[in-house]
């Protein structure tokens, strides 16, 4: 498999299609900086998969589509093709060349392309995996590459070795497969939460079918009652609404009965209004003109006092002029006498800045030439300083380099007893390490075991976990349940107590007497309320005794008669009422009918103790049906009258009577209704008996939900304990082995350390040798310089002396110079402002004067206008006063017109007060039927939004069987309150059944079908999760395996390489950490011939490059790659590097091609081909192409034999030139200018020699 060609087209630079044809061998491609020579090196990258645009020096995709010059446009796409021979069939696909190609637009669309097919990234990178090519690794090698390889970042090294091993594929698996498995254990998660979710959904469904359809039955009975309600209230509101229309009627006529009186008392005050307007206006237009001459008085005694004022400021302001003028005389003459006595002191000062000045010229020419002696002294003595300082610190730096050299021999023999001690040491660690494996192999078995059996432990406590939920769900809903059906019993008592209470049902008189009665003794109670019935009868008793279950029983018959007596006085209706006491004697029917169960036996009690009830009842016979019933009374032929009575209510009597019909509901029944109270109470005491139960019941589930949970938390943490162990034998197991390995590897390295430090030791004795010598020579060059130093050091101190000297005179006279100059510069401006103020005085004196003689103008004329205006002033009272005795007269005129209407007024507003009476009741009527309206709105929209349909649709829908058997209905006639009361019995039913599930049914089966298939979907997602964790599991054995393998193989080239590239040394490669080799650190040793250093971050730029090529090339000798990158790595070497560099180069080149960017010319030479890049137009990258075989066979022999001379002479005259540096080095040379040149001449003719002397100028 081999690199074939590369086609450009839009990428970055290259904007036209452009190819490069790469044979066997190296290709060298070349050109200026930034011509755009790695931009190849980018595109090959970007092909095979680069995803990050800062690798690709851009900070987004769009950045490497070509955006234009300046001629040329931006264009809207790139692409780039790499063409492979396959003839050995590395790539897996069935073709000899392989074309894969990218292609991206400015709208972010990438695509790629397999021989013009479309893929994807990922099927491109599986197809490269086995073939080493890939745009991360080793087939790419550039200066950043070279960092990160030796950076502490030990991912790269890794990451070659993983390369190197075919190991990525198997690393990309299984980082798919844990993807895959996290992703499964996940769904696994949510599985369990959804199947325990949707089980505990079943369970809770299962009991709410029953509940569903309770809340259907009683919402139906619910929904007839409320628009039952509703229809009563609609038409009483329709009533309500007729009644006030006739009334609204009746008003309008009373409003319309005073309207003639009110019409004639509004026209005559109509007509008296003109006069009082008139007389209004009148009156008005008086106090007009009486407030007008007021403001004219006014104004004129302001304008009087404004003239005073005036007057005063004016006298004022004539004084302060006055004195303003003296003042300006008195100072002007001052500064006259001022300005003579400066002007003599300027002429003086003026003369003496012109000898200052003169004298100062000439010191300054003498203090020039003692300055420019002075410096040439210092300059000499600083060179003589600095070199005998080069001298001293020659010495000091032989003296500490003698001292270091013994440091070193000392320190290599302290460092060689102690490696021989550190291998004792380490064998014993080996030793202890292979017993603590043993130890801790036991130990993981006896964990393994433990933690298999509380598994077990922690399953089973689950499950019980789960049953006690359970139960405990179960019995929340129970109590739930019962607590409703308590609550609705209380309800229920508390109705039966009020109707007990009120007497509801009860005739009016009866109830009169009840409530009168109060605490009397004679007032034993109702009959009913007396009565007790056997079980069954109660209906066969009401139609038996009827009406006197109304009756009061009393103690005697005069108590009876008070009682009547109350009743007629209370208008009340009628009363019946039993007296009590024995009967003289018993009544009979005759004897007893088959079948027949006397009458008495039906009840008992206090109120079966009256006469009129034992007769009744003598005569009376119960039977089972009415069948039977009917039979005995047809079949009596006595002369007394037998009555019969059924267990369902008929009633049969031997002389033609039947009396039959559903009796009254048990909430208006006027019999037992102590019995049901005592019955209610019961049932309340004993269902909160079994709530209590049901509640301890719960606490105990709880509690032990609680004791299940806290051994469940238990055993979790005992588990963690147990895989925490368990993590720990696993990691004292890796760290055991880890130290094992290293201790082995320490071993290896300790014996050649040996051997290393012997060879310093003698290395070091020669060097101490020659540094003596080099000692002596240094001390008598140092003590010479000396001498010369102070000789100088003498002549500049009495140099430095003379310049001082001159310096301190010149100075001095500057300063005279500059007080001189300051003192001429403030005479003048002294003077300046003298006379300055001198003429504002004069301009100042000659205003205030004029000033003067217009104030005493204005004085006079002010005066004159005074007097005018007190003589107006005077004249304007008399009219004044007046004017205001009219104003008077008409307001008493007005007073008179205004008490004649208040009469009139005064019956008008009694009147309308009538009217508005009327108005305020029809308003309140109108009010009330808006009110009404609105009332039967609200009723219509909330009935037909609560049950969906028009109003009297779902009046007419309402079905006689939802409506409740207790409510009383006769044609069509029923109490509302009794219905109301059953509405609400309804509803709270309904609140009590809580949250329904209108849907349980329905839901109940769809659930336990997801059920179902989310408990096979569970065993599926469980079993992938086993076969994916044991896919992982043969995925590292194999990786681990093959890493170990690669690794030794690179670790021995990566010896022999970097021996062979450094001809010496000492290189290795350790695993750090041995736990996981795939995410283990791997450390670079690297320590040049003559050199030993800790870190690989001291080695200089050149050898760290030369480190990382010994890693590369010894990854390429595990696993060659097809072809290989190189962009400017040789930057950093110096030319005896770039020849060992170039010899590996060329012996790799047979079986990987090498595209090599390079500005060296050493590694020129060794290219088959050449690739020049050039920008002929600006900002558009071009190629030009040599064949170094053609050219070869383009020339005749003896010219190729007489490049090949010429090549060897220049490069002996540059080693010579090396030589002849190496020795001024030691000798007393100090500077030497060379000129070096690696260039290539074509030809040895005149015309390449003087190009090569050229190029060779430049480049010095």
Same mark, same amino acid.
């Given at each position: 498999m081999k690199l074939k060609r590369v086609d450009l087209q839009g990428f970055k630079s290259f904007v036209d299609k452009t190819s490069l044809v790469f044979d066997e061998g190296i290709t060298s491609i070349l050109g200026p900086n930034g011509c755009g020579k790695s931009n190849i090196i980018d595109a090959i990258r970007w092909v095979l998969g680069e995803q990050s645009a800062k690798q690709l020096r851009g900070s987004r995709m769009e950045d490497i589509i070509f955006n234009g010059s300046a001629r040329r446009k931006p264009v809207g796409l790139c692409e780039v093709a790499l063409t492979f021979t396959n003839h050995d069939r590395k790539l897996p696909i069935e073709f000899d060349e392989v074309t894969v190609k990218r292609r991206v637009t400015r709208d972010g669309i990438s695509q790629y392309f397999l021989n013009n097919a479309p893929v994807r990234l990922k099927d491109l990178r599986d197809m490269f995996f086995e073939s080493g090519v890939n745009n991360t690794t080793y087939s790419v090698i550039e200066q950043e590459k070279i960092g990160r390889v030796l950076s502490d970042n030990a991912d790269e090294v890794r990451l070659l070795i993983e390369e190197g091993a075919g190991i990525v594929r198997y690393k990309a698996r299984r980082k798919e497969a844990q993807r895959k498995l996290k992703q499964t254990e996940q769904d696994?998660?949510?599985?369990?939460?959804?199947?325990?979710?949707?089980?505990?959904?079943?369970?809770?469904?299962?009991?709410?079918?029953?509940?569903?359809?309770?809340?259907?039955?009683?919402?139906?009975?619910?929904?007839?009652?409320?628009?039952?309600l509703a229809d009563r209230a609609w038409r009483d509101m329709d009533a309500r609404e007729r009644e006030l229309r006739d009334s609204l009627q009746e008003l309008a006529l009373l409003a319309e009965a005073d309207s003639g009186e009110l019409a004639?008392?509004?026209?005559?005050?109509?007509?008296?209004?003109?006069?009082?307007?008139?007389?209004?206006?009148?009156?008005?237009?008086?106090?007009?003109?009486?407030?007008?001459?007021?403001?004219?008085?006014?104004?004129? !005694?302001?304008?009087?006092?404004?003239?005073?004022?005036?007057?005063?400021?004016?006298?004022?302001?004539?004084?302060?002029?006055?004195?303003?003028?003296?003042?300006?005389?008195?100072?002007?003459?001052?500064?006259?006498?001022?300005?003579?006595?400066?002007?003599?002191?300027?002429?003086?000062?003026?003369?003496?800045?012109a000898e200052l000045v003169s004298s100062l010229a000439g010191l300054e020419e003498e203090l020039k030439l003692v300055g420019a002696g002075y410096d040439a002294d210092r300059t000499a003595l600083e060179k003589a300083a600095q070199l005998n300082i080069e001298f001293i610190e020659t010495d000091n730096r032989h003296h500490a380099e003698l001292r270091e050299l013994e440091i070193r021999r000392e320190t290599r023999r302290e460092r060689l007893a102690a490696v021989a001690q550190e291998r004792e040491q380490l064998q014993q660690k080996r030793r202890a390490g292979e017993e603590?494996?043993?130890?801790?192999?036991?130990?993981?078995? !006896?964990?393994?075991?433990?933690?298999?059996?509380?598994?077990?432990?922690?399953?089973?406590?689950?499950?019980?976990?789960?049953?006690?939920?359970?139960?405990?769900?179960?019995?929340?809903?129970?109590?739930?349940?019962?607590?409703?059906?308590?609550?609705?019993?209380?309800?229920?008592?508390?109705?039966?107590?009020?109707?007990?209470?009120?007497?509801?049902?009860?005739?009016?008189?009866?109830r009169e007497v009840l409530n009168a009665s109060g605490d009397d003794p004679g007032v034993l109670g109702t009959l009913a309320d007396g009565l007790t019935v056997s079980e069954g009868w109660t209906e066969a008793v009401e139609v038996l005794l009827g009406d006197m279950l109304d009756s009061v029983v009393v103690a005697g018959s005069a108590k009876a008669l008070d009682l009547v007596d109350t009743v007629r006085a209370a208008e009340k209706g009628r009363a019946s009422f039993l007296l009590t006491g024995a009967q003289t004697g018993a009544r009979g029917a005759g004897p007893a009918p088959d079948g027949g169960r006397p009458g008495r036996e039906l009840v008992d009690g206090p109120g079966a103790d009256t006469r009129h009830l034992r007769g009744l009842l003598d005569t009376a016979w119960a039977f089972e049906t009415d069948a039977a019933a009917v039979d005995a009374a047809s079949r009596h032929d006595g002369p007394a009258v037998l009555v019969c009575v059924s267990r369902s209510?008929?009633?049969?009597?031997?002389?033609?009577?039947?009396?039959?019909?559903? #009796?009254?509901?048990?909430?208006?029944?006027?019999?037992?209704?102590?019995?049901?109270?005592?019955?209610?109470?019961?049932?309340?005491?004993?269902?909160?008996?079994?709530?209590?139960?049901?509640?301890?019941?719960?606490?105990?589930?709880?509690?032990?939900?609680?004791?299940?949970?806290?051994?469940?938390?238990?055993?979790?943490?005992?588990?963690?304990?147990?895989?925490?162990?368990?993590?720990?034998?696993?990691?004292?197991?890796?760290?055991?082995?880890?130290?094992?390995?290293?201790?082995?590897?320490?071993?290896?390295?300790?014996?050649?350390?040996?051997?290393?430090?012997?060879?310093?030791?003698? @290395?070091?004795?020669?060097?101490?040798?020659?540094?003596?010598?080099?000692?002596?020579?240094?001390?008598?060059?140092?003590?010479?310089?000396?001498?010369?130093?102070?000789?100088?050091?003498?002549?500049?101190?009495?140099?430095? #002396?003379?310049?001082?000297?001159?310096?301190?005179?010149?100075?001095?006279?500057?300063?005279?110079?500059?007080?001189?100059?300051?003192?001429?510069?403030?005479?003048?401006?002294?003077?300046?402002?003298?006379q300055e103020s001198v003429a504002e005085m004069t301009a100042n004196e000659e205003r205030l004067r004029q000033d003067i003689a217009s104030t005493r103008e204005e004085l006079e004329r002010m005066e004159q206008e005074v007097g005018q205006r007190r003589g107006q002033l005077a004249?304007?009272?008399?009219?004044?006063?007046?004017?205001?005795?009219?104003?008077?007269?008409?307001?008493?005129?007005?007073?008179?017109?205004?008490?004649?209407?208040?009469?009139?007024?005064?019956?008008?507003?009694?009147?309308?007060?009538q009217r508005n009476s009327c108005r305020e009741k029809a308003h309140t009527a109108e009010t009330e039927m808006a009110t009404l309206d609105v009332r039967r709105t609200n009723l219509v929209e909330r009935v037909e939004e609560q049950h969906k349909g028009r109003f009297r649709e779902l009046i007419r829908s309402i079905d006689p069987e939802a409506l409740p058997r207790a409510l009383e209905i006769d044609e069509g006639v029923f109490q509302p309150d009794q219905a109301r009361e059953l509405l609400e019995e309804d509803r709270r039913r309904l609140n009590a059944l809580g949250a329904v599930n209108h849907l349980a049914v329905e839901e109940y089966e769809q659930k336990k079908e997801r059920l179902g298939f989310l408990?096979?979907?569970?065993?599926?997602? @469980?079993?992938?999760?086993?076969?994916?964790?044991?896919?992982?599991?043969?995925?590292?054995?194999?990786?681990?395996?093959?890493?170990?393998?690669?690794?030794?193989?690179?670790?021995?080239?990566?010896?022999?390489?970097?021996?062979?590239?450094?001809?010496?040394?000492?290189?290795?490669?350790?695993?750090e950490r041995t736990d996981d080799p795939l995410e283990s650190n791997i450390r670079i040793l690297a320590q040049p011939k003559g050199k030993r250093v800790d870190h690989i971050r001291l080695l200089s730029g050149g050898e760290r490059c030369l480190t990382a090529l010994s890693l590369l090339f010894a990854v390429y000798l595990v696993k060659p790659s097809p072809f290989c990158l190189l962009d400017e790595a040789d930057a950093p070497l110096d030319d005896a590097n770039i020849q060992r560099f170039v010899r590996m180069l060329r012996e790799f080149s047979s079986e990987t091609q090498f595209l090599v960017v390079t500005h060296n010319k050493l590694t020129m030479e060794t290219a088959n081909h050449l690739y020049g890049v050039t920008m002929m137009e600006e900002g558009v990258s071009s190629l030009v192409s040599v064949s170094f075989q053609d050219v070869a066979d383009s020339r005749s022999e003896d010219e190729l034999g007489k490049a090949i001379a010429a090549r060897r002479r220049h490069i002996d005259a540059a080693e010579e030139e090396r030589a002849v540096m190496a020795a001024a080095g030691g000798g007393g040379v100090t500077e030497m200018r060379f000129v070096l040149d690696n260039s290539v001449p074509a030809a040895p003719d005149d015309d390449d020699d003087a190009g090569t002397e050229n190029r060779g100028r430049e480049a010095s």
């Open positions: 696994l998660l949510r599985l369990h939460d959804i199947t325990e979710e949707i089980a505990r959904e079943v369970r809770s469904l299962s009991r709410q079918v029953g509940k569903a359809r309770r809340y259907r039955r009683l919402y139906a009975e619910s929904r007839a009652l409320d628009l039952l004639a008392l509004r026209a005559r005050i109509e007509a008296t209004r003109p006069a009082v307007d008139e007389r209004e206006a009148e009156r008005q237009g008086l106090e007009g003109s009486l407030q007008a001459y007021e403001q004219e008085l006014q104004q004129v !005694e302001q304008q009087l006092l404004l003239l005073e004022h005036r007057i005063a400021a004016h006298k004022q302001r004539l004084q302060e002029n006055t004195e303003s003028v003296a003042d300006i005389c008195a100072r002007r003459e001052g500064y006259h006498e001022e300005i003579n006595g400066l002007t003599g002191r300027r002429a003086g000062t003026v003369a003496a800045v603590r494996l043993a130890d801790l192999a036991i130990r993981k078995e !006896e964990l393994t075991g433990s933690r298999r059996d509380l598994l077990g432990v922690l399953a089973a406590a689950e499950r019980s976990l789960q049953d006690v939920q359970d139960r405990r769900s179960v019995l929340r809903d129970e109590i739930a349940l019962r607590e409703a059906r308590r609550e609705s019993l209380h309800s229920r008592q508390e109705l039966l107590k009020r109707i007990k209470d009120s007497y509801h049902g009860y005739s009016g008189a009866a209510g008929l009633l049969v009597t031997s002389d033609g009577l039947v009396r039959g019909g559903r #009796g009254k509901g048990e909430e208006v029944s006027l019999l037992g209704r102590g019995e049901k109270l005592d019955r209610l109470e019961q049932d309340i005491r004993e269902l909160g008996e079994r709530i209590d139960g049901l509640i301890r019941d719960r606490e105990e589930a709880g509690r032990r939900e609680d004791e299940l949970k806290r051994e469940f938390a238990a055993g979790r943490e005992e588990l963690a304990g147990l895989d925490a162990r368990m993590g720990k034998v696993h990691v004292d197991e890796a760290e055991v082995r880890s130290r094992i390995d290293t201790a082995a590897q320490r071993l290896a390295a300790i014996a050649r350390d040996s051997e290393d430090i012997d060879a310093s030791l003698r @290395e070091l004795a020669s060097r101490e040798e020659e540094m003596r010598g080099d000692l002596d020579e240094s001390g008598r060059r140092r003590d010479s310089s000396h001498m010369r130093v102070e000789d100088l050091r003498h002549a500049v101190t009495e140099s430095e #002396g003379r310049r001082d000297a001159m310096r301190a005179e010149v100075a001095e006279r500057r300063v005279e110079l500059s007080r001189r100059q300051g003192e001429e510069r403030e005479l003048e401006t002294a003077l300046s402002h003298l004249a304007g009272m008399g009219e004044r006063d007046r004017r205001r005795l009219l104003v008077q007269a008409s307001a008493e005129a007005i007073a008179q017109l205004h008490q004649e209407t208040a009469v009139w007024h005064d019956r008008v507003k009694e009147i309308e007060d408990e096979g979907q569970l065993a599926d997602v @469980e079993k992938a999760r086993a076969d994916l964790t044991a896919t992982i599991d043969k995925i590292n054995r194999t990786a681990r395996r093959l890493f170990h393998e690669t690794f030794e193989e690179v670790r021995r080239n990566y010896v022999a390489v970097f021996q062979t590239l450094f001809e010496g040394g000492r290189a290795d490669l350790l695993i």
